[in-house]
């Protein structure tokens, strides 16, 4: 998961240049999408399937990969209506329509799930990098 939004993508250069101070955000969320996210839109699966954001535990990067991993499992569901995961997404918060996306990438392969499933990323499944 390398594609940064336009929210982070403006905190990381005002950061950086010393334009403007950053605030970390204090917990991150992870949310999936349906359709393909971007950097404008995160495509987040319907409230209806109870499909809702969960905590994301993140390790410190590692060098020379430049990248972060989860450090603690995600499970999201058991849902409770069809349908199919195409990506995930990284929140700064989980109220949806009140949190800012940071991060955004699509699954290896879309994941279909029936009501009552659940989705599970075992720890260290979920990289982020800038590369």
Same mark, same amino acid.
Request: aromatic residues 8%.
């Given at each position: 998961?390398?594609?940064?939004?336009?929210?982070?993508?403006?905190?990381?250069?005002? =950061?950086?240049? +010393?334009?403007?101070?950053?605030?970390?955000?204090?917990?991150? =969320?992870?949310? /999936?999408?349906?359709?393909?996210?971007? $950097?404008?839109?995160? &495509?987040?699966?319907?409230?209806?399937?109870?499909? $809702?954001?969960?905590?994301?535990?993140?390790?410190?990067?590692a060098?020379?990969?430049?990248?972060?991993?989860?450090?603690?499992s995600?499970?999201?569901?058991?849902?409770?209506?069809?349908?199919?995961?195409? +990506?995930?997404?990284? !929140?700064?918060? &989980?109220?949806?329509? *009140? $949190?800012?996306? /940071? =991060?955004?990438?699509?699954?290896?392969?879309?994941? *279909? !799930?029936?009501? +009552?499933?659940?989705?599970? /990323?075992?720890?260290?499944?979920l990289?982020?990098? /800038?590369?």
């Open positions: 998961m390398g594609n940064v939004s336009s929210y982070l993508s403006k905190n990381l250069l005002d =950061w950086t240049t +010393g334009a403007a101070a950053a605030t970390q955000p204090p917990a991150r =969320w992870v949310g /999936l999408s349906d359709g393909a996210p971007t $950097s404008v839109s995160a &495509s987040e699966i319907n409230s209806a399937t109870l499909a $809702s954001r969960v905590t994301a535990l993140f390790g410190a990067a060098s020379p990969t430049q990248s972060a991993s989860n450090t603690a995600i499970l999201f569901g058991p849902f409770s209506s069809p349908g199919v995961a195409s +990506g995930l997404i990284v !929140f700064d918060g &989980s109220p949806v329509g *009140s $949190s800012n996306m /940071l =991060w955004y990438g699509s699954l290896l392969t879309a994941r *279909s !799930f029936m009501a +009552g499933d659940a989705l599970y /990323l075992a720890a260290g499944s990289s982020i990098s /800038l590369s």
